[in-house]
């Protein structure tokens, strides 16, 4: 098949995704979700001391992150559980406890344990798939990554966050390759995120610059918390230039032992340069790659 008769065969199917049943479905699913933290009561309700959280823009490396920290029976990480968009931080760690020490294994959550733990491969998997029994101790630390928990960095101010970031130019790339809803410059259409879905397509058409107004936005939110002690700022680029030295960073954080054999870290294989017009866009538009400690002058 041609490279022309490809692209052309994804853009139809792009335009008539959103009339299958399939996707008709997932959407009801999706605007079923009726967690929105702006309608929590306040105070909101603290999770365990040894509770955290892991977040940031998509694309950042919260998965990656999570599979790396998903080290049992010391720590465990649950990646992306709907219950995350259902009950609020403290009623949702208290869940996942409870589930794990009466069943000795995780139902929820994304990410393919049995996967990791025989490759050391970092894949996801649809929530509710079987996993392995685990090693469960009472006192784990415990770990939910969700990336739009960024938005509890406000309403919990005790509780221990990881923040992933990483280059705008990487993050921009990844969103326009990885297609959906991220390519469009918007999140899942929850109404966790419904506010800023709707700020991000009232303040443009253009879905390049949108993809860069969605980094900003979120950016612009971590950026006030990212100097206090119970926030750790994970920079992807680390696990390539210093990885154990991050490690030994993220272990005195979470006050755990941790070690970093069982995955395997490596650039996604649909990494690749991005284009002149969306750098010069990036250049254009971006408002926090400078207070992150990223340069446009040259690509990351």
């Not at 998997?125 to 392995?132: I, K, R, V």
């Not at 939110?221 to 994970?234: A, E, W, Y």
């Not at 490596?266 to 408002?287: F, K, T, W």
């Amino acid at each position: 098949m041609s490279s022309t008769l490809t692209k052309a065969t994804t853009a139809l199917r792009t335009i008539l995704a959103p009339f299958s049943p399939g996707h008709r479905r997932w959407q009801r699913f999706l605007q079923s979700l009726p967690l929105d933290p702006d309608q929590l009561p306040r105070p909101l309700a603290m999770p365990g001391t040894d509770d955290f959280m892991i977040c940031g823009s998509p694309r950042t490396g919260t998965t990656l992150l999570s599979a790396i920290l998903f080290q049992p029976p010391a720590v465990i990480t649950v990646m992306e559980p709907w219950d995350g968009m259902r009950m609020p931080p403290a009623e949702l760690f208290a869940s996942l406890r409870r589930e794990m020490l009466d069943t000795g294994t995780l139902r929820r959550g994304k990410l393919d344990i049995q996967t990791l733990l025989a490759s050391g491969t970092v894949q996801w998997q649809q929530e509710g798939n079987p996993n392995p029994q685990l090693c469960i101790e009472n006192d784990l630390i415990l770990g939910v990554k969700w990336p739009a928990f960024w938005r509890y960095l406000t309403l919990l101010p005790k509780t221990k966050f990881l923040v992933c970031v990483r280059h705008p130019f990487e993050v921009i790339r990844s969103f326009k390759q990885v297609g959906g809803r991220l390519a469009q410059g918007l999140e899942y259409d929850t109404r966790f995120n419904q506010r800023m879905n709707e700020a991000l397509k009232a303040a443009t058409d253009d879905v390049g610059i949108r993809r860069i107004l969605l980094y900003d936005y979120i950016n612009l939110r971590i950026l006030p918390h990212l100097q206090r002690d119970n926030v750790f700022v994970v920079r992807y680029e680390r696990w390539f230039t210093e990885p154990n030295v991050l490690l030994g960073e993220l272990s005195s954080f979470l006050d755990a032992p941790l070690t970093m054999g069982h995955v395997t870290i490596r650039h996604s294989a649909r990494s690749g340069p991005l284009d002149a017009e969306d750098q010069a866009l990036i250049r254009l538009h971006c408002q926090t790659a400078q207070p992150l400690g990223y340069s446009l002058s040259s690509p990351a």
